[in-house]
């Protein structure tokens, strides 16, 4: 089962820093630190969406360099008489515990860095970890792996390590035993991870003895999907769009194959940023930069 959160009100025995969260008062503070973050056995049980959208589509989160939260970063902050000391960095992070997660309870509702928690978002909530953080999720029951950006805070339970978003859960495999035995690897931004890391072969393939030793070709991923289909669908989306050449990369791995959506070659950083701003109002609103 999901784990069972409450949403921190005036009137629960919670105890937070007195300044570093929030700047328009306690309520607020109050609100965008805990935003539903916490759990505790009181409260009735979350649950995935009645209806439910198929998530094969949904791609990985793509790390990047982000910022630190406004909220959700004290120094430390205590739940339920327990303090909790947040880490000023996530370099060098990899831990084992179980993992729960969170669905339709929360949905819509404010995270602990101020963002929206979406269930069908690449997202997860960690205690410690500085938010933004980008991390590699791995069902060692499976071998399943996912990337997630942790923005919230929780679980609260002593044998919890990290709470992820249904989406994550499903291509985890968790969802059905609401829990999982999971390894937690932190990412630096723009640094490749397992799940992503697999050597493209263009489709159509087309033969390595065609590529130059040398020459170094910069695209924009834009997703990757287990599905030739969606893919297929997303680079119909795009090529109507001022941005060139669309090109779909399959690509296989430990993970499973996957079917990725890239645009280029791009002349340099300036055309890349240039592509990913007109995409934008696609709704492609997490991309990266990549090399063949």
Not at 134 to 162: A, C, M, Q
Not at 193 to 211: E, H, I
């Amino acid at each position: 089962m999901p784990t069972n959160r409450v949403c921190m009100r005036m009137t629960d025995p919670v105890r937070l820093p007195a300044a570093g969260l929030c700047l328009a008062g306690l309520a607020f503070i109050v609100t965008c630190f805990t935003a539903c973050s916490t759990k505790g056995p009181l409260e009735p049980t979350d649950d995935a969406p009645l209806n439910p959208r198929d998530v094969s589509d949904i791609p990985n989160a793509v790390p990047r360099y982000e910022p630190l939260s406004r909220y959700g970063n004290p120094a430390s902050y205590v739940v339920y008489g327990k303090r909790y000391h947040t880490l000023s960095s996530s370099k060098g992070y990899k831990e084992q515990g179980m993992a729960s997660w969170y669905g339709t309870k929360f949905h819509g509702k404010r995270t602990s860095s101020g963002e929206p928690y979406d269930l069908y978002a690449m997202t997860a909530a960690h205690k410690t970890l500085p938010l933004p953080t980008y991390v590699e999720v791995t069902n060692l029951g499976n071998d399943r792996s996912v990337i997630v950006k942790v923005n919230d805070r929780g679980p609260f339970h002593d044998d919890r390590l990290i709470d992820l978003s249904y989406t994550a859960a499903v291509k985890l495999g968790i969802v059905g035993n609401g829990t999982g035995h999971v390894e937690v690897a932190a990412i630096d931004a723009g640094t490749p991870a397992k799940a992503t890391a697999t050597a493209p072969l263009a489709a159509p393939v087309v033969p390595a003895a065609t590529s130059h030793p040398g020459d170094t070709a910069l695209y924009l991923q834009v997703g990757a999907f287990s599905n030739r289909e969606n893919a297929e669908r997303l680079q119909g989306k795009i090529q109507t769009q001022d941005v060139g050449a669309v090109r779909i990369v399959e690509s296989s791995g430990d993970n499973g194959t996957f079917y990725k959506v890239q645009v280029g070659p791009l002349s340099d950083a300036t055309e890349l940023d240039r592509v990913a701003k007109t995409l934008k109002p696609l709704g492609i609103n997490e991309s990266r930069a990549v090399t063949q």
